[in-house]
């Protein structure tokens, strides 16, 4: 079995399995059909750019199938990622849609959709084998973007079990931290909470994206 073969087939947190599988659809997507399964990574795993995000909505990657793909979170997220020349489209709606992420790879903390969209600390411990193993499957990796703080505690404890110093590095929007040869970008989470408050604005966000494309480029 491959890894993704691996995750979509995983079990190991009860309390995500059943969510994922059991919460009512809301009406406006009645009919539809619900992935209701782990979601994956998508995109280049020979990439330069690793994105993490936090985990996928339950009317988002958990309906559709793919990560951030028919949610407002993925509307900004992939927009911008398209502006910046990461997407080849600037939309992801479907798993159909024909997107394709250029010198990237896109995945997430957590890969079911947990209630509220707060996962539990074990959640997050149960699924981090998955997320080291696409670490280090990409093998041209030079930056790694996480979106929200949940994505940089995990990525950081990643680090720190391997015996890094990660003593003077926290989080906030727009940081960023050279770590082992690896550089760590951290961005508020494109959700809309800090989309519609403007704590996360989309010029100040495709600027950043711009900067992280010429980090990986030079
Ligand atoms: S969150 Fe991760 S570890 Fe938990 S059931 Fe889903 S895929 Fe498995």
């Known amino acids: 079995m491959n890894l993704n073969e691996e995750i979509i087939n995983c079990r190991k947190c009860p309390r995500l399995v059943e969510y994922r599988t059991t919460r009512e659809i809301p009406r406006r997507y009645s009919g539809e059909i619900y992935w209701s399964r782990p979601v994956t990574g998508y995109g280049d795993i020979h990439g330069k750019l690793l994105v ?49 992420y250029n010198d990237m790879y896109i995945t997430l903390a957590l890969k079911c959709a947990p209630p509220d969209n707060i996962p539990l600390k074990d959640e997050l411990i149960n699924c981090q084998p998955f997320l080291i193993r696409e670490i280090q499957m990409m093998d041209k990796l030079r930056a790694v ?74």
């Open 52 to 100: 993490i995000g936090l985990a996928p909505a339950f009317n988002g990657g958990n309906r559709t199938g793919r990560i951030f793909t028919g949610d407002k979170s993925s509307d900004f997220l992939i927009s911008a990622l398209y502006e910046a020349g990461f997407t080849n489209i600037p939309t992801s709606t479907s798993r159909d849609d024909g997107l394709t």
């Open 145 to 218: 973007l996480v979106l929200g703080k949940i994505a940089f505690d995990s990525y950081l404890r990643i680090l720190s079990e391997k015996g890094i110093n990660i003593k003077n590095v926290k989080f906030g929007n727009e940081l960023y931290y050279d770590i082992n040869g690896i550089r760590l970008y951290c961005s508020y989470h494109p959700s809309p909470r800090n989309v519609n408050t403007g704590s996360l604005k989309r010029e100040n966000f495709i600027k950043f994206l711009r900067e992280i494309k010429k980090y990986i480029n030079s």
